[in-house]
């Protein structure tokens, strides 16, 4: 079993309780049963939780808008889930979705999963939304600055050039300084 999997089903079979529907959604191999599930009015969370994440990580696209939704709840265990079985899922739409929640300063509390999804998904999209969201970070009062640290190290794996002028600014952020300094040391000379 795949040990994402394993941590999503522990995780949600308190959540279902006794509904049957569980061991259902768990053990079924028909796509169509799963997918009905995440177009059903009146589904609970976990349940299009489990039918989204067992799309996703099959390649099936039907999962993508739930995955995307979950990439963005509040509870950083869902989004974490959601990241895996997207970056299995492989949809081209992936990144630009990840890059909008990750600057969407509305919701940047819920930033660092799609922050770290972007990363290492390599993207086009990916430098220049980091890039943003780090500047963003650089006020020494910013209580978001975990995501910040996200973002320089995201950068700094990345190693794209274009990072250096944000990387240098955030060596000056008491709390981003370590991961920009790592960061810097990992991109090209220039």
Do not use: Q
Request: overall charge neutral; glycine content about 6%.
């Amino acid at each position: 079993m795949d040990p994402e999997f394993g941590s999503l089903t522990d995780r949600l079979k308190d959540e279902a309780g006794d509904d049957t529907a569980y061991e259902r959604l768990v053990a079924t191999a028909d796509h169509e049963e799963l997918a009905a599930v995440l177009t059903a009015p009146g589904r609970p969370l976990w349940a299009r939780e489990i039918a989204a994440y067992r799309l996703g990580v099959a390649g099936d696209r039907r999962a993508f808008e739930a995955l995307v939704l979950l990439l963005n709840h509040r509870d950083p265990e869902r989004c974490v889930s959601a990241a895996h079985a997207l970056r299995r899922l492989g949809d081209p739409r992936t990144p630009r979705a990840a890059a909008a929640l990750a600057t969407n300063e509305l919701r940047v509390a819920y930033a660092l999963v799609p922050v770290r999804l972007l990363a290492a998904l390599r993207a086009p999209e990916s430098v220049p939304a980091l890039v943003t969201v780090l500047e963003r970070r650089l006020d020494p009062g910013d209580p978001h600055w975990r995501v910040g640290v996200a973002c320089a190290e995201g950068l700094g794996a990345l190693g794209d050039p274009r990072a250096r002028p944000v990387l240098e600014e955030a060596r000056r952020h008491p709390r981003l300084a370590a991961a920009a300094t790592a960061a810097l040391s990992g991109l090209p000379a220039g």
